[in-house]
């Protein structure tokens, strides 16, 4: 039986877990990794890429640095959860908001000294990522749409992070992050309609609180008919490989999405579209070893060769 202290203890850092959302930063990191593979380095041997020290100091500072990102914006949205989300909220007060702070500074002290060794313009880029995480928590994500754009493009800049240092600038992979800019900023939206009580009580002047939630269909609507353009792009004129039947499944995906969004009216029917698109874009990351499902196969001969 566990005592008492190490019941609170483990208590603390479930909480702790919730708060920097880490089954959000494992996905992530997995993404990353493929997207290395698959997307950023596809004449690289797989095992090659993940055995790259550099890379997984870049990937590891990145969740870090992220992990930061999720305690400052909790910081920030202390009060406005305790409306929107009050059970978890509960959970994540079992922190001091002081000893988050301590292991915010903490996490992003050690993301930017990692990556000295790896070059001090990986250090600047990701000391910049993090003051834009801190600003955005602050000041940007209470305003209308401009918090939408900015928190959709700060879920982006990890991966560009990735792309400068295999340098490479081939044209379909800004097609790639095009579509996945749309639908991450057409999820924050949603999130934004899922929080409109607590967003109104504290001021935030997100679109629903400013506009109305029929003006944000209008504008989502609008994000679903664009999201169709890259994946014309992607499957028409680039060679992605299997992965075209992900697109061709987020097109019916996406026209079922719309349809169920103009019939919502409740929190409950957003939070449900909201899940919806994230399992698309979850889907979307392991569908990136479609592109080239034969890296797989050669990885398994790889390993067996060596065993």
Known sequence: MLSRKNKILLAKIFSLFSVVRGY???????????????????????????????????????????????????????????????????????????????????????????????????SIFFAVYIFLLWFYSHKLKKYPLVGNLTASLLAMLPFFGILMYFQSYYIGIFIHAFFLYIL?????????????????????????????????????????????????????????????????????????FLIMLWKANSVSEYHKLHISLKLLILLGVFSIMLIKPDVLVSGKILLEETL
């Open 24 to 122: 959000n930063i494992l996905i992530i990191v997995i993404a990353q990794y493929l997207a290395s593979i698959f997307i950023f380095a596809p004449e690289k041997r797989a095992l090659d890429v993940i055995l790259d020290w550099r890379l997984f100091l870049i990937i590891f500072a990145s969740s870090l640095a992220i992990a930061g990102g999720y305690i400052i914006n909790n910081f920030y949205d202390a009060e406005k959860d305790l409306i929107n989300r009050p059970i978890k909220s509960m959970l994540d007060r079992l922190v001091s908001q002081a000893t988050k702070l301590r292991v915010y500074f903490a996490l992003n002290f050690i993301s930017v000294l990692l990556l000295i060794p790896v070059s001090i313009h990986a």
């Open 184 to 256: 991450i900023l057409i999820r924050e939206l949603l999130k934004d309609m899922e929080n409109i009580k607590g967003d109104f009580a504290n001021d935030y002047q997100t679109i629903p609180v400013r506009f109305g939630e029929s003006v944000v269909k209008q504008v989502v609507s609008v994000l679903v008919l664009i999201a169709f353009i890259p994946i014309y792009v992607l499957v028409s004129y680039l060679d992605i490989g299997y992965m075209n039947y992900y697109f061709y499944l987020s097109c019916t995906v996406l026209i079922v």
